[in-house]
Nanobody, 111 residues
Framework: QVRLVQSAGGSVQAGESLTLACVDP????????VAWYRQVPGKERGLVAT???????SYVDSVKGRFTISRDNGRRTVYLQMDSLKPEDTGVYYC?????WGPGTQVTVSS
């Protein structure tokens, strides 16, 4: 049973925006921090952003000012809004909480 459900990613041009969603139907992330990671071929998954249960957020330096992580606890959903996308943002994005990972979604940014 899929415990974290991710929305589809997409292919966009540099400078455009994309929003990813991570739905938690089993509410495993209730009261817990949720994070988004990104993986590119040949590299380990790298942390992109986190949001605590109270809404406190953190970001890797490369996305600060461009990405916004948020959560809607009522909808059991965490969002990653990505603005001013760059080609280096390309990768497979995963949401995770409590050692549970979503299936990943591809984001491709073309120059």
């Amino acid at each position: 049973q899929v415990r974290l459900v991710q929305s589809a990613g997409g292919s966009v041009q540099a400078g455009e925006s994309l929003t990813l969603a991570c739905v938690d139907p089993l509410n495993i992330a209730s009261g817990k921090t949720v994070a988004w990671y990104r993986q590119v071929p040949g590299k380990e998954r790298g942390l992109v952003a986190t949001v605590s249960s109270s809404g406190t957020t953190s970001y890797v330096d490369s996305v600060k000012g461009r990405f916004t992580i948020s959560r809607d606890n009522g909808r059991r959903t965490v969002y990653l809004q990505m603005d001013s996308l760059k080609p280096e943002d390309t990768g497979v994005y995963y949401c995770t909480s409590e050692n549970t990972w979503g299936p990943g979604t591809q984001v491709t940014v073309s120059s």
